[in-house]
């Protein structure tokens, strides 16, 4: 199933030893200016009878645009209709965590837009300038719910991306060390993920990341490699892989099949535990499909959407979307993913996938309408809730976790300045954007500092490391957990975590 | 204070012109001559400024007291400059509205004279200053072209705002000729609250809670000094004395009142109150004369100096203090929500009134984040430009370079505002 | 000038704000050559980020230097061309000078940098009883240093008043690179009020870099009504009436069926789709007085013969009428690919006179017009729809707009209410005032900004008189 062949000694390797590939900056390369384009300064173009040629009237008509239009336009397969959703009111671009912190509207979601529909309108080429402000969009789609106007630009990024790496020319991120090897060689693959992580747990138990990080050992590796090794979790106890299937406590009120992905297979096996006995309580069957793969997220937002493609149709096979009342899942990039299968490929096997992205819900979403049986346990400590991107603005889940977490007994949730905007996670934005990352998980941080809860929920595995990873090298002791995590303390009665 | 105008301004004559065109005819032969030229609205300010040194001429307005147009319904106005603040009321009433600035001598000043002046007075907490209202504005530059700005309806963005640049201009730029004014649905009801208190740090505390208050002021008063009135709510002769303004429908005032009384009870102050007619409207007059060199009431006499301070309104109490120390007989009133502090003067403060405007108070105005200015003194011959208006403002160069624009010949007002010999 | 000083200058500005805030190649200008007005594009030569009034100044002269024009730009949501780099030269973007200053509860102001958006005070402030008033729709996106620019209105300006009502004073950058402080956090500084001539300038005679604004306290209670009405002369009718009567609704909105149905789509809020107009209208302050307003109002509107008159059940069911309203125009894209919005203001007496013409004019030339507006201030904002794509509607558009525009000076009342002239309504610059008029505006302009570097083209339909105009590419009409 997976994309890459690569032996997991190999990649071991490749975790283990500090590459050469440089890592990214966000400073804007020094820009080649051309003299043509030179207008203000403008006098001489003028004399020699160019109309001005920074100015432009816009109507780029479709006619004039198919014929300019070069073969390989990475637009050619958009609807056009999309572009023109964008009545360019700028709504948007306060919403977007990349020009909250840089300013720039070429990282806003206007200007994004503005861009691709320069490439396909064939005003623009697609440089290495236009492919970089591309890359740094965290597809959080918080400008979606900014947006007034309803434009779907997830609709026009995810599939402009993804023309862009099948483009031949500038070969861009796919393409390097970090993608093959980590990203969607080992991520994507619990087994090898397990055994991968091995020598960085010990060298955790050990304590060596711990002396590493502040001896600032770890900044020789270069960036990417970086983030993932002090990502890692602190180690727990190894969980056991969850049955097959778990049977509902009291009359059965619904018949379930869990997704439990990959990296959080690995990562969050608790949650999952968690997960499958809050169904439990809450009068379902829980199965376990042992077959299941990678929701494909990781490589569709990277640009590689027939490898995504496969992982969908095996899952498809996996789950028997027919056979059950829902596909719960408890990681919002994942369910995001998992919902969008009917969307992303047209072709025979569509049905397949709408059906199964019509079963899937979020496990907030899915107990919420379930109606919860209340938790008994008394949780007294203050929390704050983070919406997770992929939940929040991706599948509108908002209210939900809110409402579950209401009905735990003394547990006091405040509201977090800025909840809307991402932490810096996205998927593997945190480990392709290190820097951007960075600076949005600072950001985060200091507003959940500000509102003096002591424990962190969000529902999602990328926000959880990335959250927790922060509070970690900042030395603020957080307790950060799914929502799931402190109903199941609840519904065992355990004390509370913080 | 309708002073003679000879005293004040070196007229060698005063014409009196009905139409913009004429007027704007008027200067533009000034200006041709390069004579001075003094515009004349109900001259209640006169005294405010540099003594005019130049002869010239006295523009009169008061041929120009029209109201041009009242279309009460879209609550808006427009009037010529000349037309008296109190007939203006008058109209306006009959209609059950008016415009919510306290303009003092409003039987003699005119509107035009009051935008170019910047009147106000306590009810600027609540309801701002006169440029919130002026929304169009007609007007003719030192060079006699008349023009135009702003419009007739309440919200216009269209070109520079000339409405409000020419609001305490003292008619430096321009002779206003003809105004726009958004106006409010009179409020019903009025009432005061007002306390006495033992010293200014009382103040001071009381009036940080009202930063919070549940209520809503229309206008927060602090009084030292000689009072303002020989009875009734003003006449107290405490330390302190704060006075709270409320207005609106009935119920609202009534419980306006009785919240403050009950806040005031928690912090062990004893509010009295009032909203008897004849009563409140005397307390508004009479603070809003207050600033009038001659008033009738405080300390029964016409005052020596007239000075206003204009600081951040929690600075107050310690510019007062700075001032007491020099002039312990000074009554003071302060628009304490705004910061504006109008101290009259009956006698002279030690070390003589230069001297304490520039070396103690001005620089106390200045530790408060503000100004200090001079506006009326019955002596005038130690006068400077800084005595008057203090050190020149930041944008100094900018004001000059503006008054430039508008009066290249330097004929309007010369010599009396802030650009100094311009 | 000429284009081979370019990179000359591209480095000096690197020097000077540093290489991470400088964008020189095409395809990062690109963004920049228009804002939320479409129908005109021009490309700057290079777009800095200053982070400091000394960064903005040090550009300032550098434009000086090189002789190019300087424009400063917000979040670039003008719906009048506002940051139009006409003739190119250097926009400012002060995006990167977001920092709220300070907070004086106490005397009631506030100290930001220009490229705080507008919603951020008044979240910052949330919990201390004040806000910020001027509440743009665009507010979630917009700067105040852009509110500041064009006198920015909003619909609960039709009590509290717009921006130029809530500014103290600023920090600026002249025209010659200087920096001066003008006005401040106490009232009445002596001398003339520059503050009130700054706001509403549209950049065209300095660049603000702190600005000291009022804050406002927080009403005890809101009363927040719709009123259904079956005909948008009724509805006008009554908003007529309301203000007549002395009410003054914190905010008085109206939307059309055509607004609505757009609305609906987007948020589900329950409009009545059948109706003709609806009127948003909310009164605030102490409780006291509330239900007696809210009384008089809904009885207005009945005599008005409103179909119905409902009130907001709760906070969330008005926050969420507020957001409806606000999202308006972006919720057109729901209906054509493009639109352009007129911003007329006609005396409220004028307004069931003036939406009637708006809607014969669309029919005589074919284009689809909604209506969404401040209707408590007559302030129409007609929203006509077209695509851009198809130039014969752009046209129609156009002349449509235009004709809408001159009813409203004919009905005494001006072309902009709040979104300024930009570019976009230079022409009715001439119009509405005298070449007196626009001689002494263009004389203020040469106080500040003597050769025109600053925002050329903007504001004064004077193009060429400035030097800088003369020598930059001059624009032309759109068509």
């Keep these: 199933m997976s994309t890459s062949s690569i032996k997991p000694d190999a990649v071991e390797a490749a975790v283990a030893v500090a590459g050469d590939t440089p890592s990214k900056s966000l400073d804007v390369p020094p820009a080649t200016t051309r003299a043509a384009h030179a207008s203000v300064m403008g006098a001489s173009a003028r004399e020699g009878g160019d109309p001005a040629p920074s100015r432009t009237i816009a109507h780029e008509g479709s006619a004039d645009r198919a014929a300019r239009a070069p073969a390989a336009n990475p637009g050619a397969g958009i609807d056009y209709e999309l572009f023109l959703d964008c009545v360019h009111c700028g709504l948007c671009t306060a919403s977007c965590p990349t020009y909250l912190e840089l300013g720039d509207e070429n990282d806003s979601p206007r200007g994004r837009i503005y861009l691709m529909r320069s490439v396909t309108d064939g005003r623009l080429a697609p440089t290495a300038e236009v492919r970089r402000h591309l890359e740094l969009c965290l597809d959080c789609r918080a400008c979606e719910t900014a947006c007034p106007s309803g434009v779907q630009y997830g609709k026009l990024i995810e599939p402009f991306r993804i023309a862009l790496e099948s483009q031949g020319e500038a070969r861009g991120r796919t393409d390097d060390w970090f993608h093959r090897l980590i990203l969607f060689g080992l991520f994507t693959n619990p087994r090898r993920l397990r055994r991968a992580l091995a020598p960085a747990r010990v060298a955790q138990r050990l304590g060596l990341i711990r002396l590493a990080e502040s001896l600032g050992l770890l900044r020789v590796l270069p960036g990417r490699l970086r983030q993932l090794v002090t990502m890692l979790p602190p180690p727990t106890r190894q969980q056991r892989a969850l049955p097959a299937f778990l049977a509902a406590k009291g009359r059965r009120r619904a018949r379930v099949a869990l997704f439990t992905g990959c990296v959080a297979d690995v990562m969050f096996r608790g949650t999952h535990w968690a997960t499958a006995r809050v169904l439990q309580e809450n009068g379902c069957d829980v199965m376990v499909q042992h077959d299941q793969v990678c929701c494909g997220a990781i490589h569709f937002h990277a640009g590689s959407s027939a490898p995504a493609r496969e992982l969908a149709d095996h899952n498809v096979r996996a789950f028997d979307a027919s056979s059950v009342d829902a596909v719960i899942v408890n990681v919002a990039g994942c369910g995001s993913m998992l919902k969008d299968y009917g969307h992303h490929w047209h072709d025979e096997a569509a049905p397949g996938r709408e059906a199964l992205a019509g079963k899937v819900r979020d496990i907030s979403e899915f107990l919420d309408e379930l109606g919860l049986v209340a938790p008994e346990g008394p949780m007294p400590m203050v929390a704050t809730y983070h919406d997770a991107c992929h939940l929040g603005h991706a599948q509108r889940v908002r209210e939900a976790p809110r409402r579950l977490l209401a009905k735990v007994p003394e547990l006091k949730l405040v509201d977090l300045p800025e909840t809307e905007i991402c932490c810096g996670a996205a998927g593997t934005y945190n480990l392709t954007e290190p820097e951007m990352a960075a600076r949005l998980s600072h950001r985060k941080l200091d507003n959940i500092l500000r509102t003096g809860a002591r424990a962190v929920l969000t529902g999602n595995a990328g926000c959880l490391l990335q959250i927790a990873r922060e509070a970690r090298q900042r030395g603020e002791p957080l307790w950060i957990a799914h929502p799931i995590d402190l109903l199941d303390l609840s519904y065992r009665r355990s004390k509370p975590p913080c | 204070m309708p002073t003679d105008v000879a005293h004040t301004l070196p007229l060698d004559d005063t014409l009196t012109p009905v139409a913009e065109d004429e007027l704007a005819r008027v200067v533009r032969e000034c200006a041709r001559d390069r004579r001075a030229v003094y515009p004349l609205g109900g001259q209640t300010s006169l005294d405010v400024g540099l003594p005019a040194r130049r002869r010239g001429l006295g523009l009169s307005l008061a041929g120009m007291n029209n109201i041009v147009d009242y279309p009460a319904r879209d609550m808006t106005i427009t009037v010529e400059a000349g037309l008296r603040v109190a007939d203006l009321a008058d109209k306006l009433a009959a209609e059950n509205q008016w415009l919510p600035i306290d303009i003092p001598e409003a039987s003699q000043a005119t509107i035009g004279g009051a935008i170019a002046s910047n009147a106000s007075g306590p009810r600027r907490y609540a309801h701002g200053t006169i440029r919130d209202y002026v929304i169009g504005i007609r007007a003719v530059d030192g060079r006699g072209t008349a023009f135009q700005a702003g419009g007739r309806v309440v919200k216009n963005v269209a070109g520079y705002d000339f409405c409000k640049l020419l609001c305490g201009s003292f008619g430096t730029l321009a002779v206003i000729t003809q105004v726009t004014l958004k106006i409010k649905p009179r409020p019903p009801a009025s009432a005061w609250a007002w306390c006495e208190l033992p010293s200014l740090e009382a103040a001071d505390k009381l009036l940080a809670t009202l930063t919070t208050s549940a209520t809503t002021p229309t206008a927060i008063e602090l009084l030292t000094g000689p009072p303002p009135d020989e009875e009734g709510p003003l006449a107290s002769v405490a330390p302190a004395r704060l006075l709270i303004g409320y207005e609106g429908t009935a119920a609202e005032v009534a419980w306006q009142l009785e919240q403050i009384q009950m806040a005031g009870r928690a912090e062990g102050v004893n509010y009295q109150s009032t909203g008897e007619t004849a009563t409140v409207q005397r307390v508004w007059s009479r603070l809003t004369e207050f600033s009038v060199p001659d008033a009738e009431g405080v300390a029964q006499t016409s005052a020596l100096a007239i000075i206003k301070a204009s600081v951040l309104s929690s600075m107050i109490t310690n510019l007062i203090r700075s001032i007491q120390e020099l002039a312990p007989t000074a009554a003071i009133l302060a628009h304490a929500g705004s910061g504006i502090v109008t101290v009259r003067l009956s006698e002279t403060p030690l070390g003589g009134l230069a001297a304490a405007i520039v070396r103690h108070w001005q620089p106390a105005a200045r530790a408060a984040r503000g100004n200090l200015v001079l506006l009326a003194a019955r002596d005038t011959g130690e006068l400077t430009r800084q005595v008057v208006w203090g050190m020149p403002q930041d944008d100094a160069r900018l004001q000059l370079a503006v008054k430039q624009q508008f009066d290249p010949h330097g004929i309007l007002n010369p010599g009396r505002f802030v650009y100094g010999s311009a | ?479």
């Design chain 3, 1 to 479: 000038m000429i284009a081979q000083r370019l990179p000359s200058l591209i480095e000096d500005l690197r020097r000077a704000v540093g290489s991470d805030g400088v964008l020189a190649n095409r395809a990062d200008l690109l963004v920049y050559e228009c804002d939320g007005f479409v129908i005109e594009k021009s490309s700057p030569d290079v777009v800095v980020f200053p982070r400091s009034t000394a960064d903005v100044a040090a550009v300032v002269r550098l434009a000086n230097e090189y002789d190019v024009p300087c424009l400063p730009r917000g979040a670039g949501t003008s719906l009048a061309g506002g940051c139009l780099p006409v003739g190119g030269g250097i926009v400012v973007a002060l995006t990167r000078m977001k920092r709220i200053l300070e907070i004086d509860l106490r005397n009631r102001y506030a100290l930001v940098e220009p490229g705080v958006v507008n919603v951020w005070l008044t979240q910052a402030l949330k919990g201390t009883g004040f806000h910020y008033a001027p509440d743009p729709s665009s507010q979630g996106a917009c700067t105040i240093g852009g509110n500041l620019a064009t006198n920015s209105g909003g619909p609960h300006t039709l009590k509290y008043g717009v921006t130029v009502n809530h500014v103290l004073g600023l920090e600026a950058v002249l025209a010659d690179g200087s920096i001066v402080e003008i006005g401040g956090p106490a009232e009445d500084a002596p001398g003339l009020d520059l503050t009130g001539v700054l706001v509403g300038s549209e950049g065209t005679l300095a660049i603000a870099t702190k600005i000291w604004v009022r804050l406002t306290r927080d009403p005890q209670g809101y009363r927040t009504m719709l009123g259904v009405f079956e005909s948008v002369d009724d509805a006008t009718t009554s908003i007529s009436e309301i203000i007549a009567a002395g009410i003054v609704p914190a905010a008085l909105e109206m939307m059309d069926q055509g607004i609505l149905v757009a609305l609906e789509e987007a948020f589900q809020f329950g409009f009545p789709l059948d109706a003709q107009a609806i009127l948003l209208i909310e009164v605030d302050g102490l409780e006291a007085g509330l239900d007696e307003q809210r009384d008089r109002i809904a009885e207005i509107c009945q005599r008005c013969h409103a179909r119905e008159v409902r009130q907001a059940v709760d906070a969330a069911e008005r926050q969420k009428l507020w957001k409806c309203r606000k999202q308006a125009f972006g919720a057109v894209g729901r209906l054509s690919p493009s639109y352009c919005t007129q911003d007329g203001v006609v005396p409220r007496t004028k307004l069931p006179h003036m939406l009637r013409r708006i809607y014969e004019i669309g029919g005589k030339h074919g284009v689809r017009i909604v209506n969404v507006f401040h209707a408590g201030d007559g302030n129409l904002h007609p929203i006509v729809l077209f695509d851009e794509r198809n130039p014969d509607e752009i046209r129609r558009v156009l002349a449509a707009s235009g004709e809408i525009l001159d009813e409203c000076i004919a009905c005494g009342g001006s072309v902009t209410g709040e979104h300024g002239i930009g570019v976009e309504k230079l022409e009715f610059m001439r119009k509405l005032f005298t070449p007196d008029d626009l001689a002494v505006m263009e004389r203020l302009r040469h106080a500040f900004n003597p050769v025109g570097r600053l925002s050329p083209h903007k504001m004064l339909p004077t193009a060429g008189a400035c030097g800088i105009e003369q020598r930059a590419p001059g624009r032309r009409a759109a068509l």
